[in-house]
Each structure stands twice: as structure tokens, then as C-alpha cells.
């Protein structure tokens, strides 16, 4: 399908990460133009290595821990590639985990500062961008957790769950002027962030990694029936639609790419 957006601009932030570079091959393949950015120099190189038309991308290494870092990208970009079309904000941290008792304002902070403000900051630092184009799509990577909390993942959850409430209430502000703001909320996905929790989960086990997976689907996330973990370019595939001209009435939507594991309406 043709998205009808070859010529348009996108950033995507925590873009040397699976679904991240798994984003920027769908809207290289359509023609866009694609800026990555990420905490770390080394992995933006291999996203870009990874990519079939890395030749054309270009990286800026931002850690996003206050609203002058975020300012200094919207720099850094314009730089690069001039205003941008599209914005995804695909930074984000699983972060520490554990009962509530056992979690001090620190896990909190850090969790909210990196899934939450980080994508505050950005989309304020784009957004002079955005709504001067007449045209832009914002997607913000939620996550399940936002709508079905855990009660390991506490500092998580509530980060996510502010993040779909931003994104909600940001989707009513700017639509009359071309700006579509959307979510996608994807569940256990074959990603370095759950390789390392299933890594986890096999050494408390005593098993394998692939053993982790199967016990953690069986236990923790038994409404996901296809029995197995997503692919990032299952998750990017959705992400790509509603960066989208194909997307132009949806605003305000949360597309759950989950194999079913939120079990609500």
C-alpha cells in the first residue's frame, strides 16, 4: 500500500531500538526521510548498518534528561533535515521492577522522567515544526501496561498510562490545524528491552531464555493468543499506518498490537 507520504520528514526518538529501526524501514521503503535519535552513538550505527537504506538516514545522539536536551534536538535535526512532518516518540525504559513496597521515589522518577517527560519535552520542542507544515502526524509507543497495569511494573504503568492521557488530551488541540496525534500500544515484543527481562527470568528459573518466554506467556500474559512474542515490524507496520496520509481521519486512538493480552473492551 502506498502511504502517500514519500518526500515527508519524520524523527523517531529511541530509534536504534527494535521497534524503533523497524519504524524507520517502513517509511524509508515510502519514501521519507528519516532522522534517528538515541542515547548511544554505538547503537544508532548499528540501526543504521541494519537498515536496507541506511545510507539515507540520518542519527543524533540526544539523552532526553531535561527540557534543554529536547531543545537541543529540535537544533540538531532542523539542522539535518530541515522541519520535520512526522514525529514518533519511541523512547522508553522498562526500569525498575518489583513490589510496591520495595520501589523508593528514585524507580519512579527515572521511569517517569524517560517514558513520560522525555516525550513532553520532545513534542514541545517539534511542535512550532509540526504546526507550521498544515500536515503532521504524531505517534506516541505506549505499551499493554498502560491499560492493564501489573503489580511488578508499577513506576512503569503509571508512566504509561500518563503518556496515553497526554497523547489523548494533545489529539483535541491542534487537529483543525493538521496535526494528528495518535498511540500504539504494543505487548511483549521481541525486543533487546524484553530480551533482558527474559535473560532475567531465566537465570531466577534456572532455565533457558526460550523457557522464560513460554513460562512467561503461560503465567503472565495468558490472553495472548497466538502464544508467542511480537515482531517489531508487526508493531512498525501500525506505527507506519497512522504516520500515514492513509490515517487521515484518525485522531486520538489507541491501537492495541497486543495478540489480544489487554483482556478489557
Not at 16 to 34: F, M, P, S, W, Y
Not at 165 to 191: C, M, Q
Request: hydrophobic share 45%; aromatic share 6%; with cysteine.
Amino acid at each position: 500500500m502506498d502511504l502517500g507520504i514519500a518526500g515527508k520528514k519524520a524523527l523517531i526518538t529511541g530509534g536504534a531500538g527494535g521497534i524503533g529501526r523497524a519504524t524507520a524501514a517502513v517509511l524509508l521503503q515510502d519514501g521519507v526521510e528519516v532522522v534517528l535519535s538515541d542515547t548511544d552513538r554505538d547503537e544508532l550505527d548499528e540501526a543504521v548498518a541494519w537498515l536496507p537504506d541506511g545510507a539515507r538516514v540520518h542519527t543524533v545522539v540526544a539523552d532526553l534528561v531535561d527540557d534543554a536536551a529536547a531543545v537541543q534536538l529540535a537544533r540538531d535535526v532542523e539542522a539535518a533535515v530541515g522541519d520535520i512532518d512526522i514525529l514518533v516518540n519511541g523512547a522508553g525504559i522498562t526500569g525498575p521492577t518489583g513490589a510496591f513496597h520495595e520501589l523508593d521515589d528514585a524507580a519512579f522518577t527515572e521511569v517517569l522522567t524517560v517514558n513520560l517527560l522525555s516525550a513532553i519535552r520532545v513534542t514541545r520542542a517539534f511542535l512550532p515544526a509540526l504546526r507550521g507544515t498544515g500536515w503532521a502526524r504524531i505517534v506516541f509507543v505506549n505499551s499493554e501496561d498502560a491499560m492493564q497495569p501489573y503489580d511488578d511494573e508499577l513506576p512503569y504503568c503509571a508512566a504509561k498510562a500518563g503518556l496515553l492521557a497526554f497523547a489523548k488530551g494533545l489529539s483535541r488541540t491542534y487537529a483543525d490545524e493538521g496535526v494528528l496525534v495518535n498511540s500504539v500500544s504494543p505487548a511483549f515484543i521481541s525486543t533487546p528491552m524484553t530480551d533482558a527481562m527474559m535473560d532475567q527470568r531465566a537465570e531466577e528459573e534456572g532455565g533457558t531464555r526460550d523457557e522464560a518466554i513460554s513460562s512467561f506467556l503461560d503465567e503472565e500474559r495468558p490472553f495472548m493468543e497466538l502464544g508467542r512474542r511480537g515482531e517489531p515490524e508487526e508493531v512498525a507496520a501500525v506505527i507506519a499506518f497512522l504516520c500515514s496520509a492513509r490515517a487521515s481521519f484518525v485522531n486520538g486512538a489507541n491501537y492495541r498490537v497486543d495478540a489480544g493480552s489487554v483482556a478489557s473492551l
